[in-house]
């Protein structure tokens, strides 16, 4: 209904009692005549007020219905004002407008959080006061176990760590940007580099991103023990032909009692080079996956009495006994070459660690679809302590009667990542002074499987 309308009833009255002041000469009449316009414009503003006050609560309801997203209203009535209709069409396009902004918003703040959920990085934001008003799922991960939420927390009470504090409220405050390196203590210590910066100028707070160095240090210590060990064991072969080459030199030559033994200790002496390097060259091919393996059905059997051929001689000389005690139909999936140089290591070591007249048994079974092979010896045994780290490059339980014994420490080693390369494993079990039992397992073959099954 348009405004003009509403007014006409207030201009109405007033227009009559200008009629009837012309047309009457006495004051009692235009009294009347007033009365009566002013009844009529009373009863046309409380008419009007009351229009005008429908329209407007029904716009106040349709307005907080868009806001809560609601339904769009109803099209409009023939009742309704002109100018009221066009006062709503502007709340509805501003609404428009504020949604499409509110979901573009909305898609730019899911993009974000699903970038940063996804970055293997951990990531913390601050406000101006550094307590943490935002962080990544990946900081959980790298932070330890806690019940309670990161949001609303200090850095100190997050990660016990002065440095780390001090450097957010430096980014905070100053606009000052840190780096450095923690180490988290616990169940799992970690090692964490923390890059602390500064938001944009119009933005306070801060933001620290955490990079997760713990594997990378591993790496670099194993890499300085192995470069450490390996001059270690390399020093004393070359120490040892130096030395006499040298002795022989000076004269020794002519010696016809010291020179064949120099030439002697000489010759064992790059023998065992020789074995160091070989052994090296092996490990490095068998990690970095270069060592092509053809995995075939192997009889366990067969594969054990070459390895046993082998180390008899020195367990003879030893007064030792080694015992074969593997089924001929106990068949294996692996490298030939491989299994017979894993029972070779294991045998190895068992007659090098094990005393004068003991004795190395060898049994072979299958156990739960696996080939099963045990290397059980009556040697000097290992402590508990050593156990977990007894197949580590270099890892020796004695060191100085170890080398005496002419071991390179990688035997084990490459036991390890051979039965690694054909998806199988290796345990031992060991007492002081009792013994110790290498247990090797290796995938069952088929024809195996109904042999024994």
């Not at 080693?413 to 007492?431: F, N, P, R, T």
């Amino acid at each position: 209904m348009p405004l003009r309308a509403t007014l006409l009833p207030l201009l109405l009255p007033p227009l009559v009692v200008a009629v009837l002041v012309a047309l009457l000469d006495g004051p009692k009449e235009v009294v009347a005549a007033a009365l009566v316009a002013l009844a009529g414009s009373l009863m046309s503003l409380g008419l009007s007020r009351g229009t005008l006050q429908r329209h407007l609560d029904l716009l106040a309801r349709h307005t907080r219905d868009r806001a809560e997203g609601s339904p769009a209203p109803a099209p409009a009535t023939p009742e309704r004002l002109e100018e009221m209709a066009g006062l709503e069409g502007a709340i509805d396009s501003l609404h428009a407008q504020m949604s499409a902004r509110t979901a573009q918003l909305t898609q730019e703040a899911r993009t974000l959080t699903a970038v940063l959920d996804g970055m293997a990085e951990g990531i913390w934001v601050t406000d101006a006061e550094g307590t943490v008003v935002r962080h990544n799922d990946a900081l959980r991960g790298l932070l330890p176990a806690t019940g309670s939420p990161l949001i609303g927390q200090r850095p100190l009470a997050v990660i016990r760590n002065e440095a780390l504090h001090d450097a957010v409220l430096r980014a905070c405050r100053d606009g000052a940007s840190s780096h450095l390196e923690l180490t988290l203590e616990g169940l799992f210590p970690r090692t964490l580099s923390v890059r602390v910066t500064p938001l944009a100028k119009d933005l306070p707070g801060s933001a620290a991103v955490f990079h997760d160095l713990t594997e990378l240090r591993r790496l670099e210590k194993v890499r300085k023990d192995f470069v450490a060990n390996v001059s270690h064991e390399l020093r004393t072969p070359i120490t040892a032909i130096r030395g006499y080459a040298e002795t022989l030199q000076g004269g020794a030559l002519n010696d016809p009692v010291m020179a064949p033994k120099m030439v002697d200790i000489i010759h064992r002496q790059s023998e065992r080079l020789s074995e160091l390097v070989e052994d090296l060259l092996e490990l490095s091919r068998l990690e970095a996956r270069e060592v092509s393996l053809k995995l075939t059905q192997v009889p366990l059997a067969d594969a054990a009495a070459r390895a046993a051929d082998t180390v008899r001689p020195k367990a003879e000389g030893k007064g030792q006994v080694v015992s074969l005690h593997v089924p001929q139909d106990l068949l294996a999936v692996g490298d030939t070459r491989a299994v017979e140089q894993v029972l070779l290591n294991l045998l190895d070591n068992a007659v090098k660690y094990t005393p004068p007249g003991g004795r190395v048994d060898v049994y072979g079974t299958y156990e739960s679809g696996r080939c099963v092979v045990r290397v059980k010896d009556t040697g000097l045994g290992i402590e508990s302590k050593h156990l977990s780290r007894i197949f580590e490059r270099f890892y020796r339980v004695d060191k100085g009667r170890s080398r005496d014994m002419g071991g390179t420490g990688l035997g084990l080693s490459i036991v390890k990542h051979l039965l690694q390369a054909m998806d199988g494993e290796v345990k031992v079990e060991s007492q002081p002074n009792e013994g110790s039992t290498f247990t090797i397992f290796l995938p069952q073959a088929a024809s195996s499987s109904a042999a024994t099954g």
